[in-house]
Nanobody, 118 residues
Framework: VQLQASGGGLVQPGGSLRLSCAASGSRFEINTLGWYRRAPGKQRELVATITRGGYTNYADSVKGRFTISGDNAKTTVYLQMNSLKPEDTAVYYC?????????????WGQGTQVTVSS
């Protein structure tokens, strides 16, 4: 399974960005897609996840500002980020929790930089 993320960039505080991550491959079934981030000098942390059934989970720090969603095929996940703050600056990683021939596996995208600065 390959994850291709896009949509990062530089934005001013209060601005918005939309991240996308597309999963491709063969013979896999996605259980959960999500976004994590790693800020400079900090550990990687969960941002938001969405299950195949559409259930979502958010870090407290992004609730009410970020929205995670998926396409109908359940192979692409989006993260709409509004009211961005400087503390949202980080490398954002797409994550996929999948089943391949009934074996659970976890995959990571390459990361996309989000910088919030004036």
């Amino acid at each position: 399974v390959q994850l291709q993320a896009s949509g990062g960039g530089l934005v001013q505080p209060g601005g918005s960005l939309r991240l996308s991550c597309a999963a491709s491959g063969s013979r896999f079934e996605i259980n959960t897609l999500g976004w994590y981030r790693r800020a400079p000098g900090k550990q990687r942390e969960l941002v938001a996840t969405i299950t195949r059934g559409g259930y979502t989970n958010y870090a407290d720090s992004v609730k009410g500002r970020f929205t995670i969603s998926g396409d109908n095929a359940k192979t692409t996940v989006y993260l709409q980020m509004n009211s961005l703050k400087p503390e949202d600056t980080a490398v954002y990683y797409c994550n996929a929790d999948v089943m391949i021939l009934r074996i659970p596996r976890v995959y990571w995208g390459q990361g996309t930089q989000v910088t919030v600065s004036s």
